[in-house]
């Protein structure tokens, strides 16, 4: 069923567990993410960047989470739009059937923040939508926005608090040092769980965060990549370990789309090595989906969300 966010974080959250908000693009993705849930059983979120609506067309990326719906009633899907840039974007998915948009105010000044978030928030909620906003900035690449190695800033509790308070917002992405892309860390992983723990002791009690640039950027995947024909080197990302501690904590949605990158892109320069004769996009689209599914059925045992419909 298509769903909001907020029976979904409050399970997870007294559960400790996390649910994956996974970023799709084309029908083979969602079908890998849809196909990974209903054997796990799990609550998913289904997100579209703005890059993904100008690559897909944002009718048929709607249309497809529809079709998933519809093949998988039993499990809920929140239908979310992932970094939202500005009212106009979070409107429009709250016209067309998104049951939760992200607006992404974390470049602008704190006030600035505050005023566009709250006003996304007062026209979501008045149609039943929920919002999640960002506070603190990651390093990384999203669409247009660049912040460059050593730009970024780790989100403030005391602030944090009174973002949640003044905009009402429904979840909260801190930057704590995770960042987006392939290329999350020089040196070891490390991210600032204590800076979590001091947020969410703060917020109120089961207050929804958002991790985003949570890809684990898997060893095997970049290797297979590299192994026919990919020039990735030096990709790092957050360890296993530390996701799942996370998911245990109080962060309730990961996000996660370098990971699914990956695995389709690995498989799909495999059977173009192995099969050079082959021209049937089904034959490598196909292994593609069946590698998004083994990826999203594995993400869901690191966030502890299996057997949760
Ligand atoms: O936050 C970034 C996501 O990985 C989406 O990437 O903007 O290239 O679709 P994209
Ligand atoms: P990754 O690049 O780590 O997969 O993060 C994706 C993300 O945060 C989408 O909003
Ligand atoms: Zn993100």
Do not use: W
């Amino acid at each position: 069923m298509l769903t909001d966010t907020k029976k979904m974080f409050e399970d997870a959250f007294k559960g400790g567990y996390a649910i994956g908000a996974f970023n799709v693009n084309n029908m083979e993705i969602i079908q890998g993410i849809i196909g990974g849930c209903a054997e796990k059983k799990s609550p998913v979120i289904i997100q579209v960047s703005a890059g993904a609506r100008k690559y897909a067309n944002p009718i048929y990326l709607r249309k497809l989470i529809e079709a998933a719906n519809e093949e998988h009633p039993e499990i809920p899907i929140a239908m979310h739009l992932d970094h939202g840039a500005d009212f106009e974007i979070c409107k429009q998915c709250v016209d067309n059937g998104f049951t939760s948009v992200m607006i992404d105010g974390s470049h602008h000044e704190f006030e600035e923040n505050v005023k566009l978030t709250k006003e996304v928030v007062d026209y979501a909620h008045s149609k039943g939508v929920v919002v999640e906003a960002e506070l603190g900035k990651l390093e990384g690449v999203e669409d247009d926005v660049k912040v460059a190695s050593g730009e970024g800033s780790y989100t403030d509790p005391d602030q944090a608090v009174e973002f949640v308070e003044r905009t009402g917002v429904d979840s909260l992405a801190i930057a704590i040092g995770t960042s987006h892309g392939a290329f999350k860390f020089k040196g070891d992983p490390k991210l600032d769980f204590e800076r979590l723990e001091v947020i969410s002791s703060k917020l109120p009690e089961g207050y929804p965060i958002v991790l985003h640039g949570a890809s684990t950027v898997i060893p095997e995947f970049v290797e297979l990549c590299n192994k026919y024909g990919g020039d990735i080197p030096g990709a790092k990302g957050v360890p296993e370990e530390m996701i799942s501690k996370a998911a245990k904590m109080a962060v309730c949605k990961v996000n996660i789309d370098t990971d699914l990158r990956l695995a389709m892109t690995g498989v799909i320069r495999k059977e173009f090595m192995e099969n050079p004769s082959n021209f049937d996009p089904r034959k490598y689209l196909g292994p593609a989906r069946t590698a998004i599914q083994e990826m999203v059925m594995h993400k869901l045992d690191v966030l502890g969300n299996i057997n949760h419909l």
